[in-house]
């Protein structure tokens, strides 16, 4: 029986070692697609993700992931990859959506405010926001964003930076989304920090404009592959009411 959101939560924990037991890559799959539901930063979805089942390909990522345990006993790996760079076909992605959802000839009022609001958001605002030169561009956006915030509240994070965190972000979401998935049907995970990035690049054909957000081993759990209970931080340290 599949686990509730809670439960879960609960079961998912950084699996070391795995069983040599294998697992249903459609399974996988579906708990992919569950993963492109996460929220995202504008609705830009920059994003990507490449599931390894190749066992050749699985031993060479686990060399790229330093021969870790859990990248070596994995029975599948799932890179999610953030795609900064892709932000002028997403935002025509969601042009094209908005022109479909108001193609009605007779649209009332309200609605054509409201797809005219939408269209210049992609037309406009996220060009503003994410166009750049050499980072030089973001920095003069930055020092211009800074002065008008002396003024009014305004969105100050458009350096170059500051976009591929959003991107990394939007990503991360859409991993734990992936991974809680996989943890209800009683599958296990481990995000994996620990690669050299160019070579997982390198063996998956990932062009060097994306960027590694983590790589995610995929198995069942094995007795030893759990190292001792769960630790957290006590939860009044990092509760905040106010």
């Given at each position: 029986m ?22 249903e ?31 050749k ?12 345990n ?43 405010k ?29 020092l ?18 500051d976009?591929?965190i ?6 991360g ?14 599958y296990?995970?481990?995000p994996?920090e620990?690669s ?9 054909n ?11 081993s ?6 030893k ?10 939860f ?7």
């Amino acid at each position: 029986m599949e686990k509730t959101v809670s439960e879960a939560i609960a079961y998912r924990r950084s699996c070391r070692v795995y069983k040599n037991t294998p697992i249903e890559t459609e399974k996988v799959k579906q708990c992919i697609e569950q993963a492109v539901l996460a929220p995202t930063s504008s609705n830009l979805q920059l994003w990507e993700f490449y599931h390894v089942t190749d066992s050749k390909k699985i031993q060479e990522m686990s060399s790229a992931c330093f021969n870790q345990n859990t990248a070596k006993t994995a029975k599948q790996l799932v890179v999610v990859v953030a795609r900064k760079d892709l932000w002028k076909q997403r935002a025509s992605a969601n042009i094209k959506y908005i022109n479909e959802a108001f193609s009605k000839p007779d649209l009332e009022a309200h609605l054509l405010k409201r797809k005219a609001i939408a269209t210049n958001y992609y037309k406009k605002l996220i060009p503003t926001v994410y166009a750049d030169v050499l980072g030089i561009l973001g920095y003069i956006k930055y020092l211009l964003f800074q002065i008008i915030g002396l003024f009014k509240p305004v969105y100050r994070q458009v350096r170059q930076s500051d976009m591929r965190i959003v991107a990394h972000k939007s990503a991360g979401l859409a991993a734990q989304n992936f991974m809680i998935s996989m943890a209800a049907i009683g599958y296990d995970t481990c995000p994996m920090e620990g690669s050299d990035t160019v070579r997982v690049k390198k063996i998956l054909n990932i062009p060097s404009s994306a960027e590694i957000n983590m790589v995610i081993s995929c198995g069942i759990r094995d007795d030893k592959g759990i190292y001792g209970s769960r630790f957290r931080i006590p939860f009044e340290e990092v509760y905040h009411a106010v």
